[in-house]
Structure formats: structure tokens, C-alpha cells
């Protein structure tokens, strides 16, 4: 079943959160209670027979559970090995190692018959396994607790797009037992949440689906990619921030605080800006273990001459890798080094700007900024669905 | 005291002075680096990079987050706890 997608799942889900204050009221034992409820949804979730080849039938959910004790045994092994020291290839065997599921799931399609053995969430879920090891690496994590990594793995409501929770934030949730004070904000922030996804993903996108993307996408003219591609960013919005509300909103009720995904993109000023409003929790992600991992490690060891060419490498680096994470398509990876590109003309220029001041600072220059952010980020979105090529 | 005989404080200052490109770190230690954008992810790193090799420590880029590093005040707090001074 996916998740917030229908009406059944959101009566399941009920069960769930209708039992959080009897939870509250037991709140020393409440992780017992999560870890339970977790086992339940994802039941409920990956209850499907899937056939990775011809005569063989498997249930998801004993892929999903497979998948999870793998990866608890890479991130373990790992931090054993830490704990006598650090070394580079035993670091980027174990991100490779994390890595591997995933991979062999996006590229085997591309070989062979064999298809489907991966489950809804298995990208995001790769996230939150690699955030685990590039802590321990930097020795943010000393020791994993069994209960306190699947629980985090596995977290049901986030699972299948997101928000990508990090470790650290997740375990300080984990490790406190909320007040009743504490669980009526909580409570006030899902139900603001959850009506806000009801708006945006039951109302907003659908309308916009059915009434302006649905008419034009058959259209060839030029007008009408042009009318899609307006459609298609509107859609693409309304539908993934009304599921990261709900995402969130539930998140909440379960005592757990994921980061909000979106802040607004279509007023970005810039396209740093935008990314620092659209799908955020993924941007940062790459932004911290990627972009900031490669330019850290290039600047020590004096690799290029250029400050700046390390950054911009760095850009190519994790946006093409985001672009690819979203599939191995050629629309996903242009994607990816469309944004690269625009981060990079972004930078080049406000440096050109700092020294020549052509672009001003006043109201018509900042919406003249909107305006041209908002059309770009647009045209991107026609790249990404896989409407061009 | 460090090596060449001053503070902790000033050899951090001297060095984010150089990034953030403006003196004005020295005069606001409460200034938003971030919110000015005085600092960027790269600017960040570099900071990093040029810290950790002025104090001889060993820092890593997902140890330390904006809000750990927003004012030049916050910054000299984290290099004056690592370098034990």
C-alpha cells in the first residue's frame, strides 16, 4: 500500500495515532511502542508478493527487512573497525557496502530481465544508512544501539519519499520522553501539517493535474510544452509538499521530529536559495556528506589550484550524484547537471557582480531575481519529466 | 598562549577575517556570518580546512553545523575548547 496515497491507508494509519496519548501515558516505555508500530505499518506497507525473476514469489516486506539487517551489519562491522582506527578504504568500503543495494537496484534494469527487487523507499532509506556511516567515521556516532538503528532505518512514516531524517537529530528524539506540554505542540503541528497535505495534495494537485497538466500533455506545439512545464512545476509541488506534510505531521504525533522539506521555492531569489527551500532535507544531505565532504578533502590536499574550482567540481559532484539517485534515465542525470550548472553560473556571476555592480539591490531587482529563479527552477522541472528527452 | 604568542582568539580572527573577506568579524564577534553572507558552504569548509591546520586539530565537515559556527564569537569558543588553550 502507499503511503497518504489512499483513503485505506490513512484509516490504517489511524490505529496508530489513535493510540499516541495511551502511548503518552505510558511514555516511559514508548519506544517499545515504536518499534512495534513500525513493525505493524510496514506490514501493512510491504504485505505484496512481488517476482524479482520468473518462478520466484516474494513478499516485499521480506525484502525490506533483509535490506535493514544488511545494512545494520555494514554500519556495525564498520564502527568496530573504527573504534582501532581510521582508514580510508575500510571508510569508502563501507559507504560503497551501504551504497550496494541501492545501486544494483537502479542499474540491473539496465542489464538484465531481472527486475523489481527493490521496494518503494529504498533510496531514501539508502540516505539514512550512509548518514549513519559517515558519522561514525567522523566519530559523531561511538556506538549503535540495535533497537535505536532500526528504529531509525525503518521509521515508517518518512519511509517511501522523505524527509530524509539524520541519526543524530532522530536519536535525541528517541532518547526523550515527551511531556503532555510537549505532545499538545506536537499535536497542534500535525494537525496543521496533515490539513495543509489534505490541501495541497487532495485539492491543489489534482485540481492542477486534471484541469492544466492532464489537458496539455499531449500537446506538441511549443505553447503547449511551454503551458505544461508551468503545469508540471505546480503539480510537482503541490503533490511532494502535501505528502512531506503529512510525512512530517505524522512524524510528529510519534513524538519524532523530521525537518520540513519546503519553504516557499517558487520566491527563491537565487537557485542557492531555491535549494535551500525546495526538498531540503535531501538538498542538505548532499550538501553536508557530499559537497562539503569532497571540497574538505580537496582543499587538504591542495588539489586544484582554485578555491573555486574545487566548489564548482563540487557542485557537478553532488547534484549529477542527485540527479542519478533519482534514476538512471538520461532526463534525471541532464537534471542534476542543470542545476550544476545553473549553481555554478549563480556563484560565477554574483562574484562578477561584487567587482562590476550591475545588478542592483532594490524591489524591481529582487523580483526581476524571482522572476528569472522561478523560470529556470521551471524549466529544470520540464528536464526532470522526462518530457524533453 | 599559542606558539607564535597570540591568543587563540586573534590567530581565529586573523584567518576568518581572510575569507569572509571583510575586518568587520573583528569589531561584531555577534555577527551572522551566514545570514550575511560572509560565509558559505565553501567558505565554510575552507575555514575548516585553514583552522584545523593553523591549530594542528583534526576537524571534520559534518562534526560541526551553522549553528555551531554562525558568530565569529561561537567560532572562537569552539577553536578555544579544541585547542585546549
Known amino acids: 500500500m502507499v503511503p497518504y496515497a489512499s483513503f485505506l491507508y490513512f484509516g490504517v494509519l489511524l490505529y496508530v495515532v489513535a493510540t499516541t496519548p495511551v502511548m503518552q501515558l505510558f511514555r516511559r516505555t514508548w519506544r517499545v511502542w515504536l518499534l512495534v508500530a513500525t513493525l505493524a505499518m510496514l506490514v501493512v506497507q510491504y504485505w505484496t508478493a512481488e517476482k524479482p525473476w520468473p518462478n520466484i514469489s516474494v513478499q516485499t516486506i521480506w525484502l525490506v527487512l533483509g535490506y535493514a539487517v544488511f545494512e545494520w551489519a555494514v554500519a556495525m562491522a564498520f564502527s568496530l573497525v573504527r573504534k582501532r582506527g581510521k582508514h580510508r578504504l575500510v571508510f569508502y568500503s563501507a559507504v560503497a557496502l551501504g551504497l550496494a543495494p541501492l545501486v544494483v537496484v537502479k542499474f540491473l534494469p539496465l542489464f538484465s530481465q531481472v527486475d523489481l527487487i527493490g521496494f518503494l523507499g529504498i533510496s531514501y532509506l539508502t540516505f539514512r544508512a550512509l548518514d549513519v556511516i559517515f558519522c561514525v567515521q567522523d566519530k559523531l556516532i561511538t556506538s549503535l544501539s ?44 500535525a494537525l496543521h501539517r496533515v490539513f495543509m497535505g489534505f490541501l495541497y495534495k487532495f485539492i ?60 516557499m521555492p517558487f520566491i527563491a531569489r537565487s537557485i542557492r536559495d531555491f535549494w535551500d527551500r525546495w526538498h531540503i532535507s535531501l538538498s542538505y544531505w548532499f550538501r553536508d556528506h557530499v559537497y562539503m565532504r569532497f571540497v574538505f578533502t580537496a582543499l587538504k590536499g591542495r588539489w586544484f589550484k582554485s578555491t573555486h574550482v574545487a566548489g564548482y567540481l563540487g557542485f557537478v559532484l553532488s547534484m549529477g550524484l542527485m540527479g542519478v539517485w533519482h534514476g538512471t534515465q538520461v532526463h534525471f542525470v541532464a537534471y542534476g547537471l542543470y542545476h550544476a550548472g545553473l549553481l555554478i553560473g549563480n556563484d560565477w556571476l554574483s562574484r562578477w557582480n561584487t567587482q562590476h555592480h550591475i545588478w542592483g539591490q532594490g524591489r524591481p531587482w529582487k523580483l526581476a531575481q524571482i522572476f528569472l529563479t522561478f523560470n529556470l527552477v521551471c524549466f529544470g522541472f520540464l528536464i526532470f519529466s522526462g518530457r524533453l528527452f | 598562549m599559542g606558539a607564535t604568542g597570540t591568543s587563540t582568539a586573534d590567530r581565529t580572527l586573523n584567518i576568518l577575517a581572510g575569507i569572509a573577506r571583510t575586518e568587520e568579524v573583528r569589531r561584531n564577534l555577534d555577527l551572522d556570518l551566514f545570514k550575511f553572507h560572509l560565509l558559505d558552504s565553501l567558505g565554510m569548509v575552507q575555514l575548516m580546512v585553514a583552522l584545523s591546520e593553523e591549530f594542528g586539530i583534526e576537524v571534520s565537515p559534518s562534526e560541526i553545523g551553522r549553528e555551531d559556527w554562525a558568530t565569529p564569537r561561537k567560532i572562537i569558543a569552539y577553536m578555544e575548547s579544541r585547542a585546549g588553550v
Open chain 1, 204 to 263: 491543489l494537485a489534482m485540481l492542477i493535474k486534471q484541469y492544466w497538466l492532464d489537458p496539455w500533455a499531449g500537446s506538441s506545439q511549443a505553447w503547449g510544452i511551454i503551458s505544461y512545464m508551468y503545469a508540471y512545476s505546480f503539480y510537482l509541488f503541490f503533490d511532494f509538499a502535501g505528502y512531506s506534510n503529512f510525512a512530517v505531521g505524522v512524524s510528529y504525533l510519534l513524538g519524532i521530529h523530521p525537518p520540513d522539506n519546503f519553504r
Open chain 1, 146 to 189: 540495535v533497537p535505536q538503528y532500526f528504529a531509525f532505518l525503518l521509521f515508517f512514516p518518512t519511509i517511501s519519499s522523505g524527509p530524509v531524517d539524520r541519526y543524530r537529530r532522530f536519536t535525541s528524539d528517541w532518547n526523550h520522553n515527551r511531556t503532555w506540554k510537549e505532545f499538545r505542540t506536537d499535536l497542534d503541528g
